[in-house]
């Protein structure tokens, strides 16, 4: 297997709430507020969640490690990214 096909397969992996189980506290509070919500920007998850937008930065990251949350590029306004909860 070349190491464009592994790098592929991690990116179709979906994760699983045993995966985010580990993670810190803020982590799963912007996983818990994506799954509630279908899609929201990093901003809307700051104001939903209360917690600054260097550590929802973090969490996504985190989450994003585990590939439990998707990213996409916003058609409203392309320099915000929209993000969504994709766990099986």
Do not use: C
Not at 44 to 67: C, F, H, K, S
């Amino acid at each position: 297997m070349g190491t464009s096909e592994s790098l592929h397969q991690k990116t179709t992996q979906k994760g699983s709430w045993d995966d985010i189980r580990d993670l810190p506290p803020s982590a799963k509070l912007v996983a818990k507020v994506l799954e509630y919500n279908d899609t929201m920007t990093q901003q809307q998850i700051a104001d939903e969640t209360l917690l600054p937008a260097r550590t929802v930065r973090y969490g996504l990251n985190r989450l994003d490690d585990e590939n439990v949350v998707d990213s996409r590029v916003s058609f409203s306004d392309a320099r915000k990214r929209l993000y969504s909860l994709d766990i099986e």
